[in-house]
């Protein structure tokens, strides 16, 4: 008799998503007002309890009803009844305009019924989602571990800083650009979409917000002209010794996108960077969670045809083959993850950071390591240690904010190769922060930092911007650390000139500036920007509030109004202290048993 699997767990599961698309127009952080049990893709399921009240069934009628279903669900028209009756939810319960709920329900209704029908979830496990323990196990993704080579690990040398007149490595940093090629100037800024400033925005009233020149303070992305307009700054600004690009290219507008426009936008960026930064600098682009459609599907190498990513990894590999050598294009077509020697002495690894997000729901199906990418990075790692090679890690999603096993994982990782890995670079918050790594035996020395830069666009409410590193140099014995970073901005204020007195129109700035919002070691009086520095300036955070409420004004990229005290810097000081995801999760904890209501410190990434 053939088993059973739980595909009736997916009614839920897209309801939640729905409400996440929906509701916050995905990947970006939650605002530091919010409360997360409001928030948190989960907790759409409430509303279904107390209308279909679950917990007035007992459990084995649960299993009947959800056993009975899942058999239905076998039924592709039956199927298409679900997909149906998920898009009347949405819109009955205004999650989202109608053709919002319409087009993101048949966008990714196929693609996830059947993750669902493919992963081993269980009638019991559904019921222990909708009733508790006892009633079921429900564990989706179970304990793993990779395993490390039997080769002792070398003494720590706490890197020094470099001689004075040492070379240095200029390094620029770009990541979620979100072009927007429905970016329409003099739209409405303010709608109910989850992405607004668009064509079908509608246009603003004298009282309404307007879409700007260059960008606009809200839930908007970036038209063109600005993208190309960042680039011909940055080429101007040059030279650069080599870029790092983290993804995230299309825009937010996740409910009506194709992989033709998925590819074009690619096709268009990488050559845009090509054009303007020339062919003889080097890019290593990494993978963004927007880069697929849907968004968040990333299906793991095992998945075959057209479902698979095979059409969105062979386009990379086209585009970025004029900066990638051909062993690097390899598994990148093959799991959008690659490794590459930056200068004899340094080597880059670009991880698919899609492989740990619990937004990818093909990770029901089997989340333990998938593509085989940590243990890979392990081999990657130890072949770099033993020819004497530093590395550096660049990613798009924060391994802070990974599901838990993989996290846990790569940060026992970073804990072995501490003498190896010698940067780690993100994105995807689109806020400018970091996040520490301690040794594993007191939760005290640390050992590492993943920096988190600003992204380009402008969603939401931020200034556009970009990061440019300054690393120790290719020089013998260099430590390749990051001995000092500026960040960037386009002052949006500035850029689309002032509205005139007779409530006309703004003027915007023909070619506006990108200027300098801080350098690090000036705005943080710091020498050198080591681990152990960063350590300590998280503690100046906690004696210094004056110091705390400069680095909240760069998270925000020079554009905030309120300052953060009290349980928002307690939260987000734990945030940067925790480069794990159940080091986050102990935070919570703390802060819930001291009595206070608190926001979670993770950041949603619908």
């Known amino acids: 008799m053939q088993l059973i699997r739980l595909s009736t767990l997916s009614v839920f599961t897209i309801v939640s998503l729905v409400l996440c698309l929906a509701a916050l127009g995905t990947s970006y952080p939650l605002q530091d007002d919010a409360d997360i049990a409001h928030l948190r893709a989960v907790k759409p399921i409430d509303y279904f309890q107390v209308r279909f009240s679950w917990h007035n069934i007992s459990c084995p009628l649960c299993k009947v009803i959800f056993t009975v279903v899942d058999i239905a669900l076998l039924s592709n028209s039956n199927a298409e009844h679900v997909a149906h009756a998920v898009g009347e939810a949405c819109i009955r319960l205004h999650l989202a305009e109608e053709k919002v709920c319409r087009d993101i329900t048949e966008l990714f209704r196929d693609d996830f019924i059947h993750a669902l029908q493919e992963s081993f979830l269980w009638p019991p496990e559904a019921c222990a989602f909708l009733l508790g323990s006892s009633c079921g196990h429900f564990d989706i993704y179970a304990p793993w571990n990779v395993t490390l080579p039997q080769v002792p690990k070398p003494p720590v040398v706490p890197p020094k800083p470099p001689k004075a007149g040492s070379p240095q490595s200029r390094v620029l940093f770009l990541t979620d650009i979100h072009w927007d090629a429905e970016y329409a100037e003099g739209s409405a800024a303010e709608c109910k979409d989850p992405l607004c400033c668009r064509n079908d925005s509608g246009k603003a009233s004298w009282r309404s917000y307007v879409a700007g020149h260059w960008g606009t303070y809200s839930k908007c992305d970036l038209p063109l002209r600005t993208v190309e307009n960042l680039l011909q700054n940055v080429a101007k600004a040059g030279p650069w010794d080599w ?32 054009k303007h930064l020339g062919s003889q600098v080097t890019v290593y682009p990494a993978v963004g969670n927007h880069e697929s459609t849907p968004v968040n599907s990333f299906p793991p190498p095992f998945v075959h045809g057209n479902r698979s990513s095979q059409w969105l990894y062979d386009g990379m590999a086209k585009e970025w083959a004029p900066w990638l050598p051909t062993e690097a294009l390899e598994t990148l077509r093959r799991g959008g993850f690659y490794t590459a020697l930056v200068q004899p002495g340094l080597r880059v690894v670009s991880l698919n950071m899609n492989f740990c997000a619990r937004e990818n729901f093909w990770l029901m199906v089997n989340s333990t390591d998938p593509a085989g990418q940590l243990q890979w990075l392990i081999h990657i790692l130890q072949e770099a240690e033993n020819k004497g090679e530093k590395v550096h890690i660049i990613g798009h999603i924060p391994p802070g904010l990974c599901l838990s096993s993989w996290s846990w994982n790569y940060y026992h990782i970073v804990n072995r190769y501490e003498s190896t890995i010698t940067g780690q670079f993100f994105g995807h918050t689109h806020l400018d922060e970091f996040q520490m790594f301690y040794d594993e035996e007191t ?122 005290k009290d349980v928002c810097k307690s939260s987000l000081i734990c945030f940067l202290r925790s480069g794990r995801h159940d080091l986050l999760e102990q935070c919570d904890l703390l802060y819930r048993a001291k009595g206070q209501r608190t926001r979670s410190v993770r950041k949603t990434m619908c």
């Open 443 to 564: 939760f005290l020395r640390p050992v590492g930092v993943a920096y988190i830069s600003p992204s380009v666009t402008t969603y939401i409410n931020l200034n556009p911007g970009y990061r440019v590193y300054y690393i120790d140099g290719n020089y013998p014995d260099s430590s390749r650390f990051v001995l000092d970073h500026e960040t960037f901005i386009l002052n949006l204020t500035l850029a689309n000139g002032h509205q005139d007195v007779s409530g006309g129109l703004s003027k915007p700035v023909p070619d506006p500036d990108w200027t300098l919002l801080y350098r690090a070691s000036q705005a943080y009086g710091v020498s050198t920007l080591f681990p152990s520095d960063w350590d300590a300036l998280i503690r100046v955070f906690l004696s210094d509030d004056r110091v705390f409420q400069h680095f909240w004004y760069y998270r925000h990229k020079g554009h905030v109004s309120v300052p953060c």
């Open 243 to 274: 870029v790092y690009w983290t993804g995230d290219i299309p825009a937010h507008n996740v409910w009506s996108q194709t992989r033709a426009q998925q590819l074009y936008e690619l096709t268009t960026i990488s050559r845009l960077i090509r």
